[in-house]
């Protein structure tokens, strides 16, 4: 197995309109830290055209048009076909607008997004530059008390409340490729499950994962790391006022505390005993059609209520248009014991671990945010409390209504059978 990296500065300019949150209403007046792009391009010694390229970058996502953009541009500069493209973004909440279909949090400014482009590209042709005989492992470890279920019941509605007893996912997994010659660390990939909001003000940041990938990199001395985020749409930082029981801003010291321990346990994981890995490249994608709820589906009809939005019972102007909502899945294999499966939403913790448990004896890691973002993806428990990932977040991504409980059998379908398993 051959590997090459290289990394990139996004930062986009002061004045910059910040993705995120609707309360901003002006753009960015500072830049807390970088925000950058890591990309690692994986290539079989046998037959290179079975290259697989993974795009990791301090955005809020990457949109079905600027990922079908650069998939596109990649395929004709280097022959890798779009299935193999992996794009996949940390969801920090204080960078840029990368998503045309998000609305009243942040705009998109073309000329960021065409630096984005530029800078992606460029880091992609130096990473093929960079081939070399690598070695892979991995490991697991766990990173307590940093991340916390935000959907709290209350007087029978959800309300968005730390709940330390709700679902979340506190592993942290490293995938490790050391040179084949001296062992020195190439690159390490780390997935952990967290939303990037630890701080909410008009700075510019990558939030913990570039804490957490600075650290790691600072004490490597060399090689990149790389964040893959998991599946964080009901979970977000542990940052409460005194008490625990209401959410606070975070402040830039957050960020650093919340970075050195996820990178300290990264680190922990590359120092214990890890997994060797029999290296095995592949890549596979599909599309499958997301329902929503139909105007007289209880779910709507409480939407309607809840939100004042029409007239219970009336019919949609867009129910024939917009019933149906595609969401991307790829299938990323770096081994024979290791396959990423990537989803173009905002994914709840739920179907991560849907997805961890899909197939024993491999290790299975589910990532949210990656070549599209086309709205929150609840489960189906969910459904009946309503809350803000059900219901609130639906006027953000144009969606005329809440979708269909049956998203997540639909979504289990189409998992396993990217995965072939039943």
């Known amino acids: 197995m051959n590997l090459g990296t290289s990394k990139s500065t996004i930062t986009p300019p002061a004045g910059t309109p910040l993705a995120g949150y ?6 960015a007046e500072a830049v807390l830290d970088d925000l950058e792009v890591r990309v690692l391009w994986f290539q079989d010694d046998v037959t290179p055209s079975s290259a697989v390229c993974i795009v990791t970058a301090d955005l809020i996502g990457f949109d079905t048009t600027l990922t079908d953009d650069l998939r596109t541009a990649l395929t004709l500069a280097h022959g890798i076909t779009p299935e193999r493209v992996l794009l996949t973004a940390s969801h920090t909440h204080s ?3 990368t998503c045309a279909g998000l609305t009243d949090v942040g705009t998109p400014v073309p000329e960021v997004i065409a630096k984005v482009r530029q800078q992606i590209l460029a880091a992609v042709a130096t990473a093929k530059l960079n081939l070399r005989p690598v070695i892979l492992r991995a490991g697991q470890g766990h990173c307590e008390g940093y ?11 959800v309300i968005m409340e730390p709940n330390p007893d709700g679902i979340r996912d506190d592993t942290v997994t490293v995938i490790a490729c050391h040179d084949a010659t001296d062992d020195t660390p190439v690159a390490v990939l780390f997935h952990y499950t967290c939303h990037p909001t630890t701080m909410g003000d008009y700075r510019i940041t990558a939030d913990y994962p570039g804490a957490a990938r600075r650290h790691v990199e600072q004490a490597l001395g060399g090689g990149i790391a790389a964040f893959l985020q998991g599946c964080c749409g009901d979970v977000r ?12 801003r975070g402040q830039p010291e957050d960020v650093a505390a919340f970075g050195t321990a996820l990178g300290e346990t990264v680190l ?29 589906d209880p779910v709507t009809l409480e939407y309607t209520r809840r939100t004042g939005t029409g007239p219970e019972g009336e019919p949609s102007r867009s129910l024939a248009e917009d019933i149906r909502r595609p969401l991307a899945l790829q299938r990323i294999d770096l081994a024979e014991e290791v396959s990423l499966i990537a989803m173009g939403g905002e994914v709840c913790c739920d179907y991560g671990h849907f997805i961890r448990g899909l197939a024993a004896g491999r290790l299975v890691l589910p990532l949210g ?15 009946p409390e309503g809350g803000y990932e059900v219901e609130g977040s639906c006027p953000y991504f144009g969606l005329p209504r809440p979708f269909s409980p049956d998203i997540e059998s639909v979504i289990h379908a189409g998992v396993r059978s990217l995965m072939c398993v039943h």
């Open 95 to 97: 960078g840029p607008q």
């Open 237 to 248: 930082p542990n940052c409460t006022l005194i008490g625990g029981k209401q959410f606070r």
């Open 268 to 296: 922990h994981i590359l120092q214990g005993p890890m997994i060797p890995l029999k290296t095995a490249l592949g890549g596979k994608s599909s599309i499958i059609d997301l329902p929503l709820a139909r105007d007289r």
């Open 22 to 27: 609707g309360f901003r209403d002006h753009g």
């Open 369 to 383: 945010y990656s070549n599209g973002l086309i709205g929150y993806i609840p489960s189906a428990r969910m459904f």
């Open 147 to 157: 991340a916390v279920n935000r959907r709290v019941i209350h007087d029978g509605r």
